[in-house]
């Protein structure tokens, strides 16, 4: 079972606020400490009780996302932060990560999702979903803008050709095509290798293959 992770849930609207901290009620391995109406109710919480990740909302008034992103930053750089917001360009996230945001996490998204990206920013130290360009994604991690951590692991020869072409955003059935082997292996393999890296998606899977220079 996985080590409970402590949540602090920050955003302007009660109703939604409320209505998320009711679902993540659903999940006991999910402790939210805390809850704040904006950033400087946050930061004057965080002088009592330290969450390992903050669900953070972008549009608030007073102090907005991105500002309260900056202060945490520089005065709790142990705390991940999670922003959540309805903007999904790449301009937008990039312009997060570089203020210190850990990922981010669309408004509309389902609470399975948020609790997966709960604990992949608690133990990857990052989320992102499919929809972020893998492109930003390789150059965030090559000059060190974002620093995932992965399990050390032994890949077969097989997994790291499936890594390169998923890397180059082929499809699976394209991968099968190439490696003339079926779609449901290359379903198989894809699955072997999110568990053995402990990653989510194939954002995670690119994040992997730039960190342990496997793309030729």
Known sequence: MKKSVKLAVVDD???????????????????VIFEAGNGKELLEQLEKAKPDVILLD??????????TTE??????????????????????????????????????????????AIYSVRDNGYYFNDRVSKIMVSGLVK??????????????EREIQVIRLLSQEYKNSEIAEKLFINIRTVDRHRENILKKINARNAVGIIMYAVKNNLLE
Request: proline share 6%; net charge positive.
């Open 13 to 31: 609207q009660p109703l939604f606020r409320k209505g998320l901290i009711s679902l993540l009620k659903e999940f006991p391995d999910i402790k």
């Open 58 to 67: 972008l549009d608030m008034p007073g102090m907005d996302g991105i500002k």
């Open 71 to 116: 202060l945490l930053k520089m005065q709790f750089p142990e705390v991940k932060i999670m922003v959540l917001t309805m903007h999904s360009a790449d301009m937008m996230v990039l312009h997060l990560i570089e203020k210190g945001a850990h990922g981010f996490l669309l408004k509309d998204t389902t609470i399975e999702i948020i609790r997966e």
């Open 143 to 156: 000059s060190n803008k974002i620093k995932p951590s992965f399990k050390t692991v032994n890949l077969s």
